[in-house]
């Protein structure tokens, strides 16, 4: 029986990126006898240009009788200038994340070896750097109560940062139960000394890590968090945050990756699961080969591991990706200045070469 997954490549790069990992899933599915039915959706600006929104009724109908949905990227410089409803970050990606329950955000922050000098950050410095970060993802900041007056002294703009003891609850069982798996080690980021938010966030952590004796605990404020990313990464295992936060330390974190083309990321705690590079459409390189099809492949290799509990396939997922870049194969994004580089199209097929 074929196993549906939702594809919605959506703009930008998401139409070169996404392909190249559809080929890498079929081929390993294959290998552990699963045969998928690919069904494509519309989302984002293409959604806008082709049906006049950015989540059609049919998108979201479709990742719903899927098994897990693959993205792409959604937005570029043709719909900024849209009411803000209607633009595909907020119109698309947000109410997409919400509608399908998907409240935790998993972002591997991995260096495979061979990229230790492709970040622009020390050698020394990123060597080794392992971490989980765990994003909350339909709470916060962007998604509380928004508003825009205007008053006799100019206009005001408010957006409001609400959680509650149920979405941080959740939230941190989760970090306490994937730490588990890896080196029992959780950093709960927050702003407590000056937020209420982050207080009840810290209280309710403490709270659930009581449940969770064999899992160390610290707590970080977000400023300090960002500072010893760069300081020593390799004191993180797990970092849970809430959604704004998480939003800003993992484009800090995946330059410990080497380019912010390796990051991946599932989206998870609903009935279906989203699999998503964590970069954006990067409009200033589409259609030119450029992209750098990684962070997408390494999603697809997160969907086999948690949608269809095959972390072996995701494991010969890695070490193809890691055999290619071993060889001294880079995307743009990860080549020195002056050096050649390899095709989004001419990597993704590298790396099925090592796969096959
Ligand atoms: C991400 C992106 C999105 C976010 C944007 C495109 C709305 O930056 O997935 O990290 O802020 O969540
Ligand atoms: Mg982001």
Not at 23 to 52: N, Q
Request: hydrophobic residues 45%; contains cysteine; aromatic residues 6%.
């Amino acid at each position: 029986m074929a196993r549906k997954i939702a594809v919605l490549p959506g703009d930008g790069i998401g139409v070169e990126i996404v392909p190249e990992a559809v080929r890498v899933l079929e081929l390993v599915g294959r290998r552990y006898g699963l045969e998928f039915e690919f069904a494509e959706g519309l989302i984002g600006g293409a959604a806008i240009d082709a049906t006049g929104v950015p989540l059609p009724e049919a998108t979201l109908k479709l990742c719903r009788e899927s098994e897990a949905i693959l993205l792409g990227a959604v937005g570029g410089p043709k719909w900024d200038d849209l009411p803000v409803h209607l633009r595909p970050e907020v119109g698309a990606l947000l109410p997409l994340r919400k509608q399908l329950g998907l409240y935790a955000n998993l972002r591997p922050v991995f260096l495979f070896p061979a990229l230790e000098d492709a970040s622009t950050l020390k050698q020394e410095v990123v060597a080794g750097t392992d971490m989980l970060v765990i994003r909350e993802l339909t709470g916060g900041l962007y998604f509380g109560e928004k508003k825009r007056e205007k008053t006799p002294e100019g206009e005001v703009a408010v957006d409001t940062l609400v959680y509650t003891t149920e979405e941080i609850r959740r939230i941190a069982r989760l970090a306490f139960q994937l730490a588990m798996k890896r080196r029992g080690q959780v950093t709960s980021v927050d702003k407590a000394n000056v937020l209420e938010s982050s207080r009840l966030w810290r209280e309710v952590v403490n709270e659930v890590h009581r449940e969770f004796p064999g899992v160390t605990l610290n707590h970080m404020y977000v400023d300090n968090c960002a500072m010893q990313l760069v300081r020593y990464p390799r004191q993180f295992d797990v970092i849970v945050t809430e959604n704004m936060f998480g939003d800003i330390l993992t484009d800090q974190a995946s330059m410990l990756s080497g380019s912010i083309g390796m990051l991946a990321s599932a989206s998870i705690g609903g009935q279906v699961a989203l699999y998503e590079p964590a970069h954006g459409s990067a409009p200033d390189i589409a259609g030119q080969g450029k992209a750098n099809p990684i962070a997408t492949i390494l999603s697809v290799a997160l969907m086999l591991e948690t949608s269809f509990d095959l972390p072996q396939a995701a494991g010969e997922i890695r070490l193809a990706v890691a055999a290619v870049l071993a060889e001294g194969h880079r995307t743009a994004d990860l080549a020195a200045p002056g050096q050649g580089y390899e095709s989004t199209q001419e990597m993704g097929e590298l790396i099925r070469a090592k796969l096959a």
